[in-house]
C-alpha cells in the first residue's frame, strides 16, 4: 500500500461563513434584525433558567448580597414542655437561667435570644422575662398562673 492508493472515508467539509457577501443574501439565513443575527451573539440565559438548574440560588432575588439579611440574628427555640420539667414552680425563665440548665448555647459572653414556643403542657407557674414568647405559649402561661414580663 502506498500514500497515493489511501482514500478518505469522509469528506472534510466545514459549515460555510454566512453573512460575508456571496450567494446568501439579505439575512443570510440568520432570521431577521437584532442582537440574535449579529456575529458573535451570546446573549445569557434567563435568570428563571438559572435559579431551576442551580437549588442554591431558590428563594434568592436577583442579587443575593442585597436581598438576604446576614446580619439576622435567629432565636434558640424552647418549648414549653422542657421548661416544665426544667424549672420549679414560682421560678423565673431568663436567657441565662436557661444557659445555666444547659437549655441554649450562650453566643460569646451575651445571652442569645430566646423564643419559647407552645409545644407541651404546663402545669405549674412561673415568671417568663427577657424572652420572645409565641401566642401560644403566653396563652398557656397565663392559664396555668404565670406570667410574662
Known amino acids: 500500500m502506498q500514500l497515493h492508493n489511501l482514500t478518505a472515508h469522509s469528506t472534510h467539509k466545514k459549515s460555510p461563513r454566512i453573512g460575508r457577501g456571496g450567494k446568501r443574501g439579505k439575512t443570510s ?85 430566646v423564643k419559647i414556643l407552645g409545644n407541651g403542657t404546663l402545669s405549674h407557674k412561673f415568671a417568663v422575662v427577657g424572652c420572645q414568647v409565641s401566642k401560644m405559649a403566653q396563652e398557656k402561661i397565663i392559664a396555668a398562673g404565670g406570667s410574662v414580663l
Open 29 to 113: 439565513g440568520k432570521g431577521m434584525k437584532g442582537q440574535k443575527s449579529r456575529t458573535g451573539n451570546s446573549t445569557r440565559p434567563e435568570m428563571r433558567d438559572i435559579i431551576k438548574k442551580l437549588p442554591k440560588r431558590r428563594g434568592f432575588g436577583k442579587n443575593r448580597a442585597r436581598t438576604v439579611n446576614t446580619e439576622r440574628v435567629r432565636a434558640s427555640v424552647v418549648n414549653l414542655g422542657t421548661l416544665e420539667t426544667a424549672f420549679p414552680t414560682g421560678g423565673e425563665v431568663n436567657p441565662r437561667a436557661l444557659a445555666q440548665k444547659g437549655l441554649i448555647r450562650l453566643r460569646g459572653a451575651a445571652a442569645p435570644v
